[in-house]
């Protein structure tokens, strides 16, 4: 089974969101969800001051064979975006809790992370699909 | 996300089914078939076939046999090429058409014996040809084989030293476009020199209960190689960079062989055949649009559907589109206006509701390494 970091919250899209201060939440997407996807050729990612909406694409990820929309975990305001995606996508595939993270938002409703899963949650949620 | 979807149906299974889930390959439904889509990842097997070796399992093509004293006759009216010039022990790319000069499927024809051929067909078109072979050409006596018949690619610049250490006969010698009988790890088969990559290498027939063995006995003879078995993901990559026409995506009944820059295996001046005046009133006309290779600008991926637009205006259609691994880029076949398909010209791919630059660029993407000797 693919790993799914303790620490981190996870959504049932498959992103993960690290709770790294109350101003910034990192986002990539899970093991589990490169897997799946395979080789990574394309991140498009939104810029730095865009708003995003929980649950909302804020992104796209391209492998080979197939395009999938990026969710994001909280609503809020992107104030960071991985500048080295564009070069090097497959970073996605090679490191996806670490050099492959996609944003970071700052979060507009703070309520909203407790509706995120825990590894747990997300582990259960793999099991329940067959994986 | 969205995955590859779920099987709902009843698929049919190749005899390597049990090896591909064992060696944990992911399966997908393709063409009514349960196939391996990839094994350690689309990009790795891609630069195995162009480095190395790989094998593909493609036991779910048809075969269809013809076989009589009007086998010639009947496959020269069926048939867009001239079975004519095929002799026996050569093999010839061709196209079945409608009498509209639509495309019924693209096949290959192999010379058995005089008057005996086999037709490799795509595997999603095996039924439909079937009815259309019998129909058009009942005047011969068919068969069809695909049951009995698995098949084996065998692709890559190492392709022609491993086959040659588990064959019985010498297919360093098979030139390009022909086979012979051998027996490969003892297994009665016909080796043809021909695949669906760009690389040197064989497609091996051998019996659907066999197939299993010489799958095994490649894959342990070619470890020395780096031989990998490759999915079916690395193979419409490695197709698009040689910008093989994939039957669906490309071609279909409703492109003609002129517009798909096939017009080469259309031989008009070998008589009547189905479909002819209506490919031949294109010629006369030319078609008024192309199938085109475009390089992108971007990393972004074109696909199947995409709108193809100059200066805003609609110009045309991406009917295959990936990333290209030994291109390095992003990679599309598309049919746009004539006017717009010389090489060179600047089009932009709708992707998402933006436009994304391209241009037209020669075809193929890589340069093929086929044996033309």
């Given at each position: 089974m693919?790993?799914?970091?303790?620490e981190?919250?996870y959504?049932?899209?498959?992103?993960?969101a690290?709770?790294?201060?109350?101003d910034?939440?990192?986002?990539g997407?899970t093991?589990?969800?490169?897997?799946?996807?395979?080789?990574?050729?394309?991140?498009?990612l939104?810029k730095?001051?865009a708003?995003?909406?929980?649950?909302k694409?804020?992104?796209?990820?391209e492998?080979?064979?197939a395009?999938s929309?990026l969710?994001?975990p909280?609503?809020?305001e992107?104030v960071e975006?991985?500048?080295?995606l564009p070069?090097?996508?497959e970073?996605?595939?090679?490191?996806?809790?670490?050099r492959?993270?996609?944003?970071?938002?700052?979060p507009?409703?703070?309520?909203e992370?407790?509706?995120?899963?825990s590894?747990?949650?997300?582990e259960?949620?793999l099991?329940?699909?067959?994986? | 996300m969205?995955?590859?979807?779920?099987?709902?149906?009843p698929?049919?299974r190749?005899p390597?089914?049990?090896?591909?889930v064992?060696?944990?390959?992911?399966?997908v439904?393709f063409?009514?078939?349960e196939?391996p889509?990839?094994?350690t990842?689309i990009?790795?097997e891609?630069?195995?076939?162009?480095?190395?070796?790989?094998?593909?399992?493609?036991?779910h093509?048809?075969?269809?046999e013809v076989g009589g004293?009007?086998?010639v006759?009947?496959?020269?009216?069926?048939?867009?090429?001239?079975v004519?010039?095929?002799?026996?022990?050569q093999?010839?790319?061709?196209?079945?058409?409608?009498?509209?000069?639509?495309?019924?499927?693209d096949v290959?024809?192999?010379?058995?014996?005089?008057d005996?051929f086999?037709l490799?067909?795509?595997?999603?078109?095996?039924?439909?040809?079937?009815?259309?072979?019998?129909?058009?050409?009942s005047?011969?006596?068919w068969?069809?084989v695909?049951g009995?018949t698995?098949?084996?690619a065998v692709?890559g610049p190492?392709?022609?030293?491993?086959?040659?250490r588990?064959a019985d006969?010498?297919?360093?010698?098979?030139?390009?476009?022909h086979?012979?009988?051998?027996?490969?790890?003892?297994?009665a088969s016909?080796?043809?020199r021909?695949?669906?990559?760009?690389?040197?290498g064989?497609?091996?027939y051998?019996?659907?209960?066999?197939?299993?063995?010489v799958w095994?006995a490649?894959l342990?003879?070619?470890a020395?190689?780096?031989?990998?078995?490759?999915?079916l993901?690395?193979r419409?990559?490695?197709?698009?960079?040689?910008?093989?026409?994939?039957?669906?995506n490309?071609?279909?009944?409703?492109t003609?062989?002129?517009?798909a820059?096939?017009?080469?295996v259309?031989?008009s001046?070998?008589?009547?055949?189905?479909g002819k005046?209506?490919?031949?009133?294109?010629?006369?006309?030319g078609?008024?649009?192309?199938?085109v290779?475009?390089?992108?600008?971007?990393r972004?991926?074109?696909?199947h559907?995409?709108p193809v637009?100059?200066?805003?205006?609609p110009?045309?259609v991406?009917?295959s589109?990936s990333?290209?691994?030994s291109?390095d880029?992003?990679?599309a076949?598309?049919?746009v206006?004539?006017a717009h398909?010389?090489?060179?010209?600047?089009?932009?791919v709708e992707?998402?509701?933006?436009a994304r630059p391209?241009?037209?660029?020669r075809?193929?993407?890589h340069?093929s390494r086929?044996?033309?000797?």
């Amino acid at each position: 089974m693919a790993s799914v970091p303790a620490e981190l919250k996870y959504t049932k899209e498959h992103e993960w969101a690290k709770l790294e201060s109350n101003d910034r939440v990192r986002v990539g997407i899970t093991a589990y969800a490169q897997e799946q996807l395979g080789d990574v050729v394309f991140v498009e990612l939104p810029k730095v001051g865009a708003k995003v909406a929980k649950m909302k694409a804020f992104g796209v990820v391209e492998s080979v064979k197939a395009v999938s929309d990026l969710f994001a975990p909280l609503s809020g305001e992107v104030v960071e975006i991985n500048g080295d995606l564009p070069k090097s996508p497959e970073l996605v595939n090679q490191d996806p809790y670490g050099r492959g993270w996609m944003i970071v938002i700052k979060p507009s409703h703070a309520g909203e992370r407790n509706e995120l899963l825990s590894a747990p949650d997300y582990e259960k949620l793999l099991a329940e699909s067959g994986h | 996300m969205v995955y590859w979807s779920a099987m709902t149906s009843p698929l049919k299974r190749t005899p390597l089914f049990d090896a591909h889930v064992k060696t944990g390959a992911r399966m997908v439904p393709f063409g009514g078939w349960e196939m391996p889509v990839q094994y350690t990842g689309i990009v790795d097997e891609h630069r195995t076939v162009r480095g190395a070796v790989g094998l593909f399992d493609v036991s779910h093509m048809g075969e269809l046999e013809v076989g009589g004293p009007s086998a010639v006759r009947v496959l020269q009216r069926l048939t867009t090429n001239d079975v004519g010039a095929l002799e026996i022990g050569q093999v010839q790319y061709s196209l079945l058409c409608t009498p509209e000069g639509g495309i019924v499927d693209d096949v290959t024809v192999y010379r058995l014996a005089p008057d005996r051929f086999m037709l490799t067909v795509n595997a999603s078109n095996t039924a439909k040809d079937w009815a259309w072979v019998t129909e058009h050409g009942s005047d011969a006596a068919w068969r069809d084989v695909s049951g009995a018949t698995a098949l084996v690619a065998v692709q890559g610049p190492r392709a022609e030293g491993l086959l040659a250490r588990l064959a019985d006969t010498d297919v360093t010698r098979v030139r390009y476009y022909h086979f012979v009988r051998a027996a490969v790890a003892g297994v009665a088969s016909i080796v043809s020199r021909t695949g669906y990559t760009g690389e040197d290498g064989f497609e091996v027939y051998v019996p659907w209960a066999e197939a299993e063995r010489v799958w095994h006995a490649l894959l342990q003879a070619g470890a020395g190689d780096g031989v990998k078995p490759i999915g079916l993901g690395a193979r419409d990559t490695l197709r698009l960079e040689m910008r093989y026409a994939l039957y669906g995506n490309d071609i279909d009944e409703t492109t003609n062989p002129l517009e798909a820059g096939l017009g080469w295996v259309v031989k008009s001046a070998k008589g009547d055949f189905i479909g002819k005046e209506a490919i031949e009133r294109v010629r006369g006309g030319g078609p008024r649009r192309k199938l085109v290779g475009l390089a992108m600008v971007d990393r972004a991926v074109p696909r199947h559907g995409y709108p193809v637009v100059k200066d805003a205006q609609p110009a045309g259609v991406v009917t295959s589109g990936s990333y290209g691994p030994s291109v390095d880029r992003s990679i599309a076949l598309a049919y746009v206006e004539t006017a717009h398909a010389a090489v060179g010209t600047a089009l932009d791919v709708e992707i998402r509701d933006q436009a994304r630059p391209a241009h037209v660029v020669r075809t193929p993407f890589h340069p093929s390494r086929v044996k033309k000797a």
